[in-house]
């Protein structure tokens, strides 16, 4: 059973480009959820999807951000116009269900650096 | 309200000794709290967990010591080894959370001397 996947792993985009960043979580998981990581900082809740729909973006930041996770493929986050100020970790983790188990399994990450 | 506060920011320990990082928080409505490890370029994974109703849980050179009352939890790595030179997260979730997100505090990086 393959863990959660993301890809690219490393991206570098200039700014004013935009950045797309993508999950698989992990099979039978329908639940999931984006972080970003600072430098030399803990992670920061972003969104919380499940299939087609947005349960809980109240860590994206209002403009530029967007997220959705489709019936079919993987979760999609979205940067417009990126700024250096995005440049950071962004990891997804992936759970079965809400509330019936706790743990969340993250993925490798994406490094995004913002030129 | 929401926060998670983990110390020391960086710890050294000689091999064979014991790590102790600390957390403390303030909200109530948290009901589960985990510990992940992370290694550099990696993504966080999970270490060892526990809920409030339990005061200590061990699972093997790893203890979670819980003190409800004082609202603080904290993570002994016994026989401390170069391997377990990482970065340590705290976090909690809150029971009230229609996300389930789990708060992370700010990170310990850990360093085994050998």
């Known amino acids: 059973n393959a863990g959660v996947m993301q890809n690219p792993r490393h991206l570098v985009r200039r700014r004013g480009q935009e950045a797309r960043l993508r999950c698989s979580p992990m099979?039978?998981?329908?639940?999931v959820y984006w972080y970003r990581q600072l430098p030399e900082e803990g992670l920061k809740f972003m969104v919380y999807l499940q299939k087609e729909n947005i349960i809980d973006e109240s860590g994206m930041p209002k403009e530029r951000f967007s997220a959705e996770f489709p019936k079919e493929g993987p979760s999609i986050l979205r940067i417009q116009q990126v700024v250096r100020g995005d440049s950071a970790a962004y990891f997804c983790?992936?759970?079965?269900?809400?509330?019936?188990?706790?743990?969340?399994?993250f993925g490798p990450g994406t490094r995004l650096t913002v030129l | 309200q929401q926060q998670v506060k983990q110390s020391p920011q960086s710890l050294i320990v000689q091999k064979g000794g014991i790590s102790i990082i600390n957390c403390a928080y303030e909200?109530?409505?948290?009901?589960?709290f985990p510990w992940y490890q992370q290694f550099p370029g990696k993504g966080p994974a999970l270490l060892i967990a526990?809920?409030?109703?339990?005061s200590e849980k061990k699972e093997g050179r790893f203890t979670i010591s819980f003190n409800k009352s004082a609202k603080q939890f904290s993570l002994h790595i016994m026989d401390s080894q170069p391997g377990d030179s990482a970065t340590y997260f705290c976090a909690a979730r809150d029971r009230y959370s229609s996300a389930s997100k789990i708060i992370f505090g700010s990170g310990t990086r850990l360093s085994i001397r050998p």
């Open positions: 983790a992936s759970s079965p269900r809400d509330r019936g188990t706790d743990t969340q399994y």
């Open positions: 526990i809920r409030p109703d339990v």
């Open positions: 099979k039978g998981h329908s639940h």
């Open positions: 909200n109530t409505a948290f009901d589960y």
